[in-house]
Structures are given as C-alpha cells and as structure tokens.
C-alpha cells in the first residue's frame, strides 16, 4: 500500500515562495498521475495542479497559474509543487494524490485513491 508524506509547508509573506515535497513509499509514482488538493477553512477541497505519469501531460487551477509548477522526480519517487508569489488566499492545507490511472483526467477528487496528511501552507504578513 502507498504511503505519501507531505513536506514543505509553513508560514510565508505574500509574494514569497514556498516548494512542497509528495514522497511516496511502498509504490512507485512513476505510472500514476499524482495531483495536489488544497483545503482552506470552511471552503471545499479544491484540485490546484496535476501531473500525469512518466512527465505527461500537467494541469492548474485557474487560480494559480503562471505562479505554480509541478513536476516529478521518478528517481526520488517524489513529486513537486514549486509555489512562487503567494497570496494570502493560497492559505490551506495541502494534499497530494496519488491517481488510479496515468492520466489526470478530469482532474477530481474521487479519481485519486491515496492521500497525504497534508501540510500547512500559511501567507501572511
């Protein structure tokens, strides 16, 4: 069974950047596409990019292009979210995910099956 960890988070100013890590253990990523949810208070979990397998095909909400990037390090079975100029509104935990197939799809929750614990993400001045 997979296990993901997330990394990365913590308190940054707006306009800051911040890059979160998705490890995984006891599966290769290499064949899925992972993703990244986020999840503020009081507001619905929302798909903010994804990446398909073997370097495929990427995605990003409308919300954070231009600003975010994912990628994946096979070789490290880890995958990647480099976010620069942030904004207080990109305060929430952060989730990766790992998909059931090689392809994000329609890029929705319930196409993902594992999960992280999730790490918190908090831009403030």
């Known amino acids: 069974q997979v296990q993901l960890v997330e990394s990365g988070g913590g308190l940054v100013q707006p306009g800051g950047s911040l890059r979160l890590s998705c490890a995984a253990s006891g599966s290769t990523l290499t064949y899925f596409a992972i993703g990244w949810f986020r999840q503020a208070p009081g507001k619905e979990r929302e798909g903010v990019s994804c990446?398909?397998?073997?370097?495929?095909?990427?995605y990003y909400a409308d919300s954070v292009k231009g600003r975010f990037t994912i990628s994946r390090d096979n070789a490290k079975n880890t995958v990647y979210l480099q976010m620069n100029s942030l904004k207080p509104e990109d305060t929430a935990v952060y989730y990766c995910?790992?998909?059931?197939?090689?392809?994000?799809?329609?890029?929705?929750?319930?196409?993902?099956?594992?999960w992280g614990q999730g790490t918190q993400v908090t831009v403030s001045s």
């Open positions: 990446i398909s397998s073997r370097d495929g095909p990427t």
């Open positions: 995910a790992m998909a059931y197939s090689p392809w994000c799809s329609g890029f929705k929750s319930h196409d993902f099956g594992s």
